[in-house]
């Protein structure tokens, strides 16, 4: 990992519990008692502190910590043409409850729109000051994934090529836009392909009539799609976690069904991936990693607040360095600490103190963050 490019030897997935004061200010406004502006007004003043916070730390890069989001994924989504949004009966299933009740739904054919998404990178690369600025969005696999055939118009589609197509160009035209706006380091939350490591979520791809047959190699191309032709410099790295709402999960499996197309069928710089508990499996998988990409050991929890030992943490960066160099290793939070804008269970100051800590242990390993 050439020094100074991302990901970091000490990096974080995007997402950061909400202050208070700003869910105090949406619920203002979701109620009307607030404009739009003020609204915005509140986001920008606690995102530039989110960002002084990130940097004072010893992180190289730094996000927004999705603070003008509800939800880490449809927030992108919806604002693409031919997308929707959608109150729905229920929310995504979690192991012990339930998301808001929304979803996705493509009512016009699949195309990019200039995306509220810019302006808002734009915000935070003002507000950097040195720092390299990290730009989170959804996987486009993720637009499939939710609702698959049964919330796509056949209509518009009658069959499911013809929406990847439009998908695939649409992601490259808004990869595009953010290079154009200076965006380098781009993540793609990109959960499901962790999910078909679980054959209870394969089972209920079946139950709803999906093809998981060659699934996997259709998001792969899906993914190298919407990234081609980015520009040489931009960095594109991968999430991938078992879901993340509230500090509960809704897959488990380890990396092992899909490692081999995960590290040398898809075309990005490097990968955050979850391994904070057993529901991860072994770093086996990591032996498939070729040169000149990074992963980013999720070890460090985002879902509870107790603080890792330090000494574990080394221990686990030696055991996984025993399948990939230990050059192409860092380290990061197995997740981001607010998918969603309630935010899992535990405090603002647990959280910094992870970040802190992240950032230690990097320098105590590598001689640098």
């Not at 993340?244 to 899909?258: K, Q, T």
């Amino acid at each position: 990992m050439p020094h100074g490019v991302p990901p970091f030897r000490a990096d974080h997935v995007g997402s950061l519990l909400r202050p208070v004061a700003l869910r105090e200010a949406r619920a203002a406004r979701a109620a009307g008692s607030i404009d739009a502006a003020t609204l915005r007004a509140a986001e920008d003043t606690w995102i530039a502190q989110a960002i002084a916070e990130q940097k004072a730390i010893g992180l190289k890069a730094v996000t927004d910590g999705e603070f003008r989001r509800a939800f880490w994924h449809f927030d992108f989504l919806g604002e693409l043409g031919g997308v929707d949004m959608v109150e729905t009966d229920q929310g995504i299933q979690f192991k012990g409850g339930q998301t808001k009740s929304y979803t996705l739904k493509v009512t016009d054919k699949i195309k990019y729109l200039p995306h509220p998404f810019v302006a808002d990178y734009r915000f935070v690369a003002e507000h950097a000051g040195g720092a390299v600025v990290k730009q989170t969005i959804p996987s486009p696999s993720v637009l499939h994934f939710r609702g698959g055939r049964r919330a796509v118009d056949p209509a518009l589609y009658p069959d499911m090529d013809g929406f990847f197509h439009d998908l695939k160009f649409a992601y490259r035209d808004a990869v595009q836009d953010f290079a154009a706006a200076g965006c380098r380091y781009l993540q793609l939350d990109e959960v499901n392909i962790a999910y078909l490591c679980d054959p209870e979520q394969i089972a209920g791809l079946k139950a709803r009539g999906e093809e998981t047959e060659g699934l996997l190699g259709r998001y792969a191309e899906l993914i190298n799609g919407a990234i081609d032709g980015r520009p040489a410099d931009m960095m594109v790295t991968m999430h991938l976690c078992r879901g993340n709402f509230r500090s509960m999960h809704i897959a488990s499996g380890g990396y092992d069904p899909v490692a081999e197309v995960l590290f040398n069928g898809i075309n990005v710089n490097g990968y955050f991936m979850e391994y904070d508990d057993e529901r991860s499996g072994s770093f086996a998988p990591l032996r498939f990693l070729p040169k000149g990409k990074t992963v980013v050991l999720g070890i460090v929890t985002s879902k509870r607040g107790e603080l890792e030992s330090r000494d574990e943490l080394l221990r686990r960066i030696e055991e996984a360095a025993k399948y990939a160099p230990l050059d192409q290793l860092a380290i990061s939070p197995q997740c981001g600490f607010a998918s969603t804008e309630e935010g899992n269970l535990l405090t603002v100051e647990q959280e910094w103190a992870k970040l802190q800590l992240c950032v230690d242990v990097a320098r105590e390993v590598w001689g640098a963050v």
